[in-house]
């Protein structure tokens, strides 16, 4: 047995423990709190730093293009949903090709009710909308993007965690707009392999899979379900059906972790021949979430970054205001992906 059957033998077989180690359901999780104390607790920041204020919700063309199209074909951005500060960035750019959007496939209600997230929530959620796919291709390729975004709300309550449609819809992108660069940031689909290379072999470029924090954190931040180790495999997963494939993951700054805690997380990702890291600060969207232990000054970020580029890794987008999904079609990532494209 080669090395790599091997190792996808064993990831396989962590999937049952994955399962054990998740905790309990969805409605303890919610009724629930954590026993102990934690960095959690402790007083948020009263005062929001200079660095931290963002831009007003812009006027143009493009933003007023996008949101009409999501409006018309019912459609959901994270954009939206989170609440991101980088929206007046990533929506208003000044051509076609600079504008970006993050699309929420599967509905707009998650059955996973992680602490930081303002999506909102349900262990059963209305059922998918069979023509979202179909619609998600038209709208994006009117918007004429050189590079999108799929990313979708969990949905323990589906069998595949939600795969085939996640994929039906990169497929039918890729169908309507051959040129363009399709991201899938997707969950842990429940430790489902098969699940992750459904989605891995759709004829994606780029597969995102978010630590969102240390390993320390992951028990207080995320739904009991995910774990820091699953995540570990599902990106580990994702290379081994396609070693060359760009995988990608991200971190929330300011909620208690620590600078030993980041580099470990950054080693063991290495491990795993993750390319792309982001590093953003967390910001409470509303007072039922848990708090902010702290604004992570500038020069933090930038110390992470220079830490991540030291160990290899082949881009690192590090700031307070940097999402994940930020401006993704202006970044270093597309000119990587054009150049493999001509090889």
Not at 202 to 215: C, I, M, P, Q, Y
Not at 301 to 329: C, D, H, Q, T
Request: glycine share 6%; proline share 6%; hydrophobic share 35%.
């Amino acid at each position: 047995m080669s090395k790599r059957l091997l190792r996808s033998a064993q990831i396989k077989s962590q999937i049952f423990y994955n399962k054990l180690a998740a905790g309990p359901s969805f409605e303890d999780f919610i009724k629930s709190s954590v026993s102990g104390k934690t960095p959690l607790e402790l007083p948020k920041p009263t005062r929001l730093p200079n660095w931290l204020r963002t831009r007003p919700i812009p006027d143009s063309d493009n933003y007023k293009r996008i949101r009409r199209d999501l409006r018309g074909l019912g459609l959901h951005t994270v954009c939206e949903e989170a609440r991101c500060p980088n929206i007046s960035e990533c929506w208003g750019g000044s051509s076609k090709s600079s504008a970006t959007a993050t699309i929420m496939l599967m509905g707009d209600t998650c059955t996973r009710g992680c602490r930081f997230c303002s999506v909102k929530t349900s262990a059963t959620p209305p059922p998918l909308n069979p023509k979202e796919p179909v619609h998600t291709a038209e709208a994006i390729a009117r918007w004429g993007l050189g590079y999108i975004v799929l990313t979708s709300v969990d949905r323990d309550d589906l069998k595949d965690g939600g795969a085939a449609h996640f994929a039906e819809t990169i497929i039918e992108v890729k169908k309507r707009s051959p040129n363009i660069l399709v991201e899938a940031l997707t969950g842990d689909f429940g430790g489902q392999m098969d699940s992750v290379a459904t989605v891995v072999m759709s004829g994606l470029d780029v597969f995102a899979h978010n630590l969102e924090t240390v390993e320390t954190l992951t028990p207080y931040v995320r739904d009991k379900r995910a774990t820091f180790r699953q995540s570990l495999s599902v990106l580990e997963y994702a290379k081994i059906c396609r070693p060359n494939l760009i995988t990608k993951t991200s971190f929330m700054l300011g909620i208690g972790e620590t600078e030993e805690e980041i580099e470990a997380a950054l080693k063991e990702l290495r491990k795993i021949s993750v390319d792309i890291v982001t590093f953003g600060q967390y910001m409470r969207p509303t007072k039922k979430h848990m708090k902010v232990y702290e604004y992570v000054h500038p020069d933090t970020f930038e110390k992470y970054k220079k830490m991540a580029e030291n160990m290899g890794f082949m881009y690192i987008a590090s700031g307070p205001l940097v999402r994940s999904s930020y401006k993704a079609g202006e970044l270093f990532i597309e000119n990587v992906l054009r150049k493999n494209q001509q090889n």
